[in-house]
C-alpha cells in the first residue's frame, strides 16, 4: 500500500516570478473588490465566516482594501464608497472592545477604556493574541486615514483617528509592549506609531515609537553568522518572521526617513540572501520552516534585493497567498491588509541579475542551481541540488553533516562542533567554486583533532570531500561520514517530503520502513537527487518512537510538525527549536572512506546531483597537504595549520 505524499505547506514558488506589473495588480485588486463586495453581510460586516482566529482585524482590512482600490484609481463608484463605509460602520460599531479581556496576563493597567482589537472574538478566548491583532488593526486603520479620505465621511474619519489613537496608547500603556517577544510584531507597531504621529501631527508619538524601536527592538537582537537579527519567539532566526520584518522596516523607512531601518533590513537582508539555497529553499531548523509567508513579505524582499543587490525573490513564498491573505481561496480576508497595500503603492522592482560567478560569503556558497549553507560553526545544515533539499541529520542528539565516529562500546560523535577559531578559504578556478572549512575538534576523551571539509561545485553538482586526521583515534574505531537526511524535493511548484530512497534499478527503499538498510553502495536516489559515494553508502533508520523522525510513527510528519509535537506548548506557541532539539535520531546516509586515504588519515567524497556519477577518487600526501583527484576536478587541500603565515592552503583545478 503507497503511503500518501506530504507536501510542505507553503514553500512553492520564487516570489520574483510573480507577475506585478500594474496591469496584473489592476486585474487582481479589481477581482478582490469584486469578491468583497458580493459577500459583504447586510451588517455592513466584510469578514470571511470561515476565518476562526485573526479575526480583530479583518473587516478594517478589507475596508482598507476598498480605499486602495479607489485611489489607485481602479474603480471609484457608488457601490465601493457605500461598502466602504457601512463596513467602516460595522468595525467602529462592533469590532473596537473598550473592555478587558478576561485571562489577558500582560495589562499594565487595568479598565483603561482603550481600544484594542481581538484574536479571537469570544470573550477570555486566546487574549494573548489582542496585542498583534492590535497593531494589524492599527496599520489598517492608518491606511484608511491615509488612503480613503475621499472614500469615508468625515465623520467616519473623526471616529477612526481617535479609535487610532486609543489603539497606540493601549499598546504601549495599557498592556506590556511586544508581550509575544515577537520583533516583526513590535517593529509593525513602530511602523504604526511613526505613521499615526505623521498624519496627525502628533510629534510625541512619532518619538515614543523611535524610542520603542530602539529600546525593545534594536538592543535586544541577537547575533548569528556575525549578523543581528530581532528576536522571534525566543530565537533570531525564523524563515516565516524575518522576511516580514524586512515589510515592516522597508515602510518604516518610507514613513520615517530614519537611516537606521535601512541598516538593520540590509543586516537581515544579507543573513537571508547567505541562508537562502540557490533555489530559493529557506531553512535552519524547525522555526516554521515550513511556513513561509505570502504578501507579508514581498514589499521587504522587494526593497532590499535592491539594495544589497542579491536575489532575494528567489524565495519559495506562499502563492496561495501572494498578493493578499485569504481564508478562502480567492478572496482577501482582509488581515495583513496592510502589506497588500504597501506593495501595491509601492514603486521599487525586483533585483535579477543571476551571478555568474559562484557566490560566496562566510557561511555559504551557491554556483547556478546548487548551493550548501553553513551554520555559525560553519558546519553543513542545508545542501540543495537536483530541485532536492538535504538537511542536517541528527545522531543521539547531535546535529550535523560531517565525519562520525563509533567507538568499539558505541559510543558515537559527531566531529562538527569546532574548538577555538575556524578557517575559511575559498577559491574560483576553471567554472567551479570551491570553499575549504578548516577546524580543530576535540573528542570525548579529549583529544583534538583537526577536520577539513571541501564544497566544490560546477553550478549543477556540489561534491564534498572531507579529510580527517584519524592518528589519534583508537585503531578501532569505525569511521563515515554522515550526508545528510534528504528531506524535500520540488514538485511542480510544490515541495514534497522525501520519504524514498532506492539503488538506480532497484527496489524503492522507504526511509520510513523501522531499522531497514540499503547497502553497501555507491549511489542513493532521493527526490530528483543522486546522491553517490568514492565508497559504500548506507541507510539507517530511526526505530519506532516519537523521538525519532522518520519512522513509521513519524514518516507522515513535517519536521516543524516533530519539533511543535515534542516542544513545550502543544498548542503550537513558544520556540519550536526547543522540540527538535529532544530528537535523539533521524535516517542516518552514511558514506565509507576511501580505501586508498594517506596514513592516518581519511578521505570521504561524495557527489550531490541529478543524476549518478562515477567517483573514483584517489588520494595522496603532498608537500603542503593531500592532493585529491576526482574525474571532475584535483583539488590540494592544504595542511590544517596553514601556510607560513597560518592562512588555509587551497588550489583547485578542473579535470
Not at 158 to 186: C, D, H, I, K
Request: aromatic share 8%; proline share 6%.
Amino acid at each position: 500500500m503507497t503511503a500518501a505524499a506530504v507536501y510542505l505547506p507553503s514553500q512553492h514558488a520564487s516570489v520574483h516570478d510573480l507577475p506585478d506589473d500594474d496591469e496584473e495588480l489592476r486585474t487582481v485588486l479589481a477581482r478582490a473588490v469584486s469578491e468583497v463586495l458580493a459577500r459583504q453581510r447586510p451588517d455592513g460586516n466584510l469578514e470571511d465566516p470561515a476565518a476562526a482566529d485573526d479575526i480583530g482585524d479583518m473587516a478594517l482590512g478589507v475596508v482598507s482594501l476598498l480605499c486602495l482600490a479607489w485611489h489607485r484609481g481602479d474603480r471609484r463608484d457608488r457601490e465601493l464608497t457605500d461598502a466602504a463605509r457601512r463596513g467602516l460602520d460595522f468595525v467602529l460599531a462592533e469590532r473596537i472592545f473598550r473592555t478587558d479581556n478576561p485571562g489577558e496576563p500582560f495589562l499594565l493597567v487595568r479598565d483603561s477604556g482603550l481600544p484594542y482589537a481581538r484574536y479571537v472574538l469570544e470573550t477570555g478566548d486566546h487574549p494573548f493574541g489582542d496585542w498583534p491583532s492590535t497593531v494589524w488593526a492599527l496599520l489598517h486603520a492608518v491606511n484608511v486615514l491615509e488612503f480613503g479620505r475621499e472614500v469615508i465621511t468625515e465623520a467616519q474619519w473623526t471616529a477612526l483617528a481617535e479609535v487610532a489613537t486609543g489603539f497606540w496608547r493601549w499598546l504601549v500603556e495599557a498592556s506590556m509592549f511586544n508581550p509575544q517577544q515577537t520583533a516583526n510584531q513590535a517593529i509593525g507597531a513602530v511602523v504604526a506609531g511613526l505613521t499615526l504621529g505623521r498624519l496627525l501631527s502628533e510629534k510625541s508619538i512619532v518619538d515614543e515609537a523611535m524610542f520603542l524601536y530602539h529600546s525593545e527592538v534594536r538592543v535586544k537582537r541577537v547575533v548569528d553568522r556575525d549578523l543581528r537579527l530581532p528576536v522571534e519567539h525566543g530565537a533570531g532566526h525564523d524563515q516565516n518572521y524575518l522576511p516580514i520584518s524586512l515589510t515592516f522596516l522597508a515602510r518604516a523607512y518610507q514613513v520615517s526617513g530614519e537611516q537606521c531601518f535601512l541598516d538593520d533590513g540590509d543586516e537581515i537582508a544579507r543573513h537571508l540572501e547567505t541562508r537562502l539555497s540557490a533555489r530559493g529553499f529557506d531553512y535552519g531548523g524547525p522555526r516554521y520552516s515550513e511556513q513561509h509567508c505570502g504578501c507579508e513579505g514581498m514589499l521587504g524582499l522587494r526593497f532590499f534585493s535592491g539594495r544589497i543587490q542579491a536575489e532575494l525573490g528567489r524565495y519559495l513564498g506562499d502563492r496561495r497567498v501572494a498578493y493578499f491573505c485569504a481564508t478562502t481561496p480567492g478572496v482577501p480576508s482582509g488581515h495583513f491588509a496592510f502589506a497588500t497595500v504597501w506593495f501595491f503603492l509601492d514603486g521599487n522592482r525586483w533585483y535579477r541579475a543571476p551571478a555568474p560567478d559562484p557566490v560566496h560569503t562566510r557561511y555559504s556558497l551557491r554556483h547556478g542551481q546548487v548551493s550548501v549553507s553553513l551554520t555559525g560553526q560553519l558546519t553543513p545544515y542545508l545542501i540543495d541540488a537536483a530541485g532536492t533539499a538535504v538537511i542536517e541529520s541528527v545522531v543521539d542528539h547531535q546535529h550535523g553533516i560531517g565525519p562520525l565516529v563509533q567507538y568499539a562500546d558505541g559510543r558515537r560523535m559527531l566531529l562538527t562542533r569546532p574548538l577555538g577559531p575556524v578557517r575559511v578559504r575559498a577559491a574560483y578556478e576553471g567554472g567551479l567554486g570551491a570553499k575549504l572549512v578548516t577546524k580543530a575538534v576535540v573528542t570525548w576523551d579529549q583529544v583534538m583533532l583537526s577536520v577539513q571539509q571541501l564544497y566544490v561545485t560546477d553550478g549543477e553538482r556540489l561534491f564534498l570531500v572531507a579529510v580527517l586526521d584519524r592518528s589519534a583515534l583508537p585503531i578501532n574505531a569505525e569511521l563515515s561520514f554522515l550526508a545528510g537526511l534528504p528531506y524535500a524535493a520540488a514538485e511542480g511548484a510544490r515541495q514534497r517530503r522525501i520519504r524514498t530512497v532506492s539503488e538506480p534499478g532497484g527496489e524503492p527503499f522507504d526511509l520510513g520502513d523501522a531499522w531497514r538498510a540499503l547497502g553497501p553502495v555507491r549511489t542513493l536516489l532521493a527526490g530528483g537527487l543522486a546522491l553517490s559515494s568514492a565508497a559504500g553508502l548506507r541507510v539507517e533508520n530511526p526505530p519506532d518512537g516519537p523521538a525519532y523522525f522518520n519512522n513509521p510513527r513519524t514518516a507522515g510528519m513535517t519536521q516543524e510538525q516533530l519539533s511543535f509535537w515534542l516542544g513545550d506548548d502543544p498548542r503550537g506557541y513558544g520556540n519550536p527549536d526547543a522540540g527538535w532539539r529532544r530528537v535523539i535520531a533521524t535516517n542516518h546516509v552514511l558514506a565509507a572512506p576511501i580505501a586508498d586515504s594517506p596514513h592516518a588519515r581519511a578521505v570521504f567524497a561524495l557527489c550531490y546531483g541529478p543524476e549518478p556519477v562515477t567517483l573514483e577518487v584517489a588520494a595522496e600526501e603532498v608537500a603542503d597537504g593531500v592532493r585529491v583527484r576526482t574525474p571532475f576536478f584535483t583539488a590540494v587541500v592544504g595542511h590544517p595549520a596553514g601556510d607560513v603565515g597560518g592562512e588555509p592552503v587551497l588550489r583547485i583545478a578542473a579535470a
